[in-house]
């Protein structure tokens, strides 16, 4: 069983920066790929961006440019520096497998962006 805890959210002015965090417990998080998903209201989980084992990057078309993704795998964390953040980003986010494995969602972080 594998448990994601994700921090950093709040309410942020448009334009201004965030990093959330995630932490994963159990010993698969440095031989899997890891993403970060953004969730809001009656909409599914959708991909902001995910880092493969391999440190392979890719970004939805929103985020790019604006967000990095990066991960410690002796830490078992996954970071989401985010940058230039606009209303749109608003949501709540989740780390998880990419793909995506229903049964570990955590609680994931709210991300409030508006002035």
């Known amino acids: 069983q594998v448990q994601f805890v994700e921090s950093g959210g709040g309410l942020v002015q448009p334009g201004r920066s965030l990093g959330l965090t995630c932490t994963a417990s159990?010993?698969?998080?440095?031989?899997?790929?890891v993403a970060w998903y953004r969730q809001t209201p009656g909409k599914e989980h959708q991909l902001v961006a995910l880092?493969?084992?391999?440190?392979?990057?890719h970004f939805a078309d929103s985020g790019k440019g604006r967000f990095t993704i990066s991960r410690d795998n002796a830490k078992n964390t996954v970071y989401l520096q985010m940058n230039s953040l606009k209303p749109e980003d608003t949501g709540v986010y989740y780390c998880?497998?990419?793909?995506?494995?229903?049964?570990?969602w955590g609680q994931g972080t709210q991300v409030t962006v508006s002035s």
């Open positions: 159990g010993k698969i998080f440095s031989n899997a790929d």
């Open positions: 998880n497998f990419f793909p995506s494995v229903d049964n570990y």
């Open positions: 880092i493969s084992r391999a440190d392979y990057t």
